[in-house]
């Protein structure tokens, strides 16, 4: 079985979440340094990888490779940012572990219909070292991981906010309308002077009168934009309405696929925004399932085989007619459920995981579950009932809580990585040539 290059880079952007990242090349010559950042250095053959790479990348896409020195500014500063980020994850002691890590690289493999290990034989077939890819997702993951931990703490929701959001007509339902966007963004700095305001809002209309002019906007974006997407034509993904900075959302009104903004001035500069396709916006009614669960994990003195056996005794003492609940409170590893017999309340798609979820929505009502096992340990579900109903009060505020924190960290992040910049050392050489 083989996969294209075009499949491949496709399937594993699926799950990065700022593009790909640096790996060591192995050189076989003195490598150049072009950059030192802080306590790192950037070799001239990781640009000159990464350089290929996102070529490849962009030609995959159908965009038009810009020139060359365009290219090698943009993948240098986001050489620069990946160290910074890879460097801060050191300092707060940040790690991807194995089993994330697997997870990530199964979900690829699925996403062609293949097994690891195909995925692996079809990387190396592609001329691919799929230790080399191994490690290039392990430090997006890591680099996710250090952003949301980094920019979540400066995020704060208040109860007014939650309280506005309901309110407002934004809240009217649980399905919003999504946008699958791409963005074009001409910086400011934190301190920009009204000349930089002058400058940046004209380098953003000419691009606006670009596209007007029928320019394609994924090469505009590898050209001109500053954001940290720009290398992958400006793909934002799908966004909620709602989740998106109130400026960029109120832009969104009637704009239709295929169409874009006008540049809109925010904190960070200057946005245009793509639509590229439309979803969603009606209300939708909800499957809950009222359910219970015994979990039974491998500890320093249970072994895994303990726990299997010790999870199908209490199913037998289950069909024995030993109440659920006074079993769940005596050997459940779960503390929250397990001191309120198990009950987990109403959980609906996308709260457990997928092996929870299938034994939940399979087993009847007033049934309880065979044991299966989970990478939380071994579980047994009783399922108590099943409703559909539309978004309750406490489901809304969490969704108004979600959503608002969302819409946080979309603008936050980028203030962040711009302090992130300006507060580190950076001393760029001049590489070579060819």
Request: hydrophobic share 40%; proline share 3%.
């Amino acid at each position: 079985m083989i996969i294209s290059k075009k499949t491949l880079y496709k399937a594993v952007s699926t799950v990065l979440l700022a593009g790909t990242v640096s790996f060591q090349a192995q050189a076989q010559h003195l490598d150049r340094i072009i950059a030192i950042v802080n306590e790192d250095i950037i070799l001239e053959s990781e640009l000159n990888q990464r350089e290929r790479l996102f070529t490849e990348q962009i030609q995959s896409r159908g965009v038009q490779v810009p020139d060359q020195s365009v290219l090698r500014q943009q993948v240098t500063e986001r050489l620069i940012l990946d160290s910074i980020q890879l460097q801060l994850a050191e300092i707060q002691g940040i790690r991807v572990s194995d089993r994330q890590l697997n997870e990530a690289l199964e979900n690829i493999a699925a996403q062609n219909n293949m097994s690891l290990t195909e995925f692996s034989a079809a990387l190396e077939a592609e001329g691919e070292n799929f230790a080399n890819v191994r490690e290039q997702i392990r430090r997006e993951i890591l680099i996710s991981q250090v952003q949301q931990t980094n920019v979540n703490r400066r995020i704060q929701v208040s109860e007014q906010e939650v309280r506005n959001f309901i309110n407002s007509e934004m809240a009217d339902g649980h399905d919003q309308a999504e946008f699958m966007l791409s963005n074009i963004l001409i910086a400011l700095p934190s301190q920009a002077t009204p000349d930089m305001i002058q400058a940046a809002e004209a380098k953003a209309e000419s691009v606006y009168n670009q596209l007007l002019a029928g320019a394609e906007f994924a090469d505009l974006a590898v050209s001109v934009s500053n954001a940290p997407n720009a290398l992958s034509g400006g793909e934002l993904g799908w966004r909620k309405q709602s989740e998106l900075p109130e400026s960029l959302a109120a832009s969104l009104a009637g704009i239709s696929p295929g169409q874009f903004t006008r540049p809109i001035r925010t904190s960070g500069g200057f946005h245009i925004l793509r639509v590229n396709d439309q979803r969603g916006g009606e209300v939708t009614l909800v499957e809950q399932t009222q359910v219970s669960h015994i979990l039974i994990a491998p500890n320093e003195i249970r072994t895994p085989e303990q726990a299997r056996i010790l999870v199908h005794d209490l199913r037998h003492r289950i069909r024995e007619g030993q109440p659920f609940g006074d079993l769940a409170r005596r050997y459940s590893d779960d503390p929250g459920s397990g001191s309120q017999g198990g009950d987990l309340g109403w959980a609906q798609d996308g709260q457990m995981v997928p092996e929870f979820e299938h034994v939940m929505k399979t087993t009847p009502v007033g049934q309880t579950s065979d044991p299966f096992e989970s990478r939380f340990g071994w579980h047994i579900l009783h399922v108590k009932d099943r409703r559909t109903q539309d978004m309750s009060a406490e489901m809304m505020e969490n969704f108004a809580r979600i959503t608002i924190r969302q819409r946080k960290f979309n603008e936050e992040l980028d203030n962040w990585l711009r302090e992130l910049r300006s507060e580190a050392y950076v001393e760029l050489k001049q590489p070579s040539r060819g």
